[in-house]
């Protein structure tokens, strides 16, 4: 069974910054290309950040490029997004998710469903 746990969520200022993990567990963490989306209050769980099976090559929304980074740790099964100035409307539960994909590929799921597994999600709020 796989898992996946998200960590590091909070209340943080307008301009801050802050770093949310995800640890993996139940399969080889390499096979995955990986994902983070978030769902603010109101809305519909949307796509920010995404990572290739090696991490070599990710992709950003619009929202938060510039401003937040995806990495991965193969050897610690774990992926990490560091969010750096952030802006009120960052405010929302952030999400996790894990997607099979072929060995090889370089692609990264951007659609809600692509991606195989999730986690609970850790909330993040932002004050003005």
């Known amino acids: 069974q796989v898992q996946l746990v998200e960590s590091g969520g909070g209340l943080v200022q307008a301009g801050d910054s802050l770093r949310l993990s995800c640890a993996v567990s139940?399969?080889?963490?390499?096979?995955?290309?990986m994902g983070w989306f978030r769902q603010a209050p109101g809305k519909e769980r949307e796509f920010i950040q995404g990572?290739?099976?090696?991490?070599?090559?990710?992709y950003y929304s619009d929202s938060v490029k510039g401003r937040f980074t995806i990495s991965r740790d193969n050897a610690k099964n774990t992926v990490s997004l560091q969010m750096n100035s952030l802006k009120p409307e960052d405010t929302a539960i952030y999400y996790c998710?894990?997607?099979?994909?072929?060995?090889?590929?370089?692609?990264?799921?951007?659609?809600?469903?692509?991606?195989?597994?999730w986690g609970q999600g850790t909330e993040v709020t932002v004050s003005s």
């Open positions: 139940g399969r080889a963490f390499s096979t995955y290309a």
């Open positions: 998710a894990a997607a099979i994909i072929d060995s090889g590929s370089l692609y990264i799921p951007t659609r809600i469903s692509e991606y195989n597994y």
């Open positions: 990572t290739t099976r090696s991490g070599g090559r990710s």
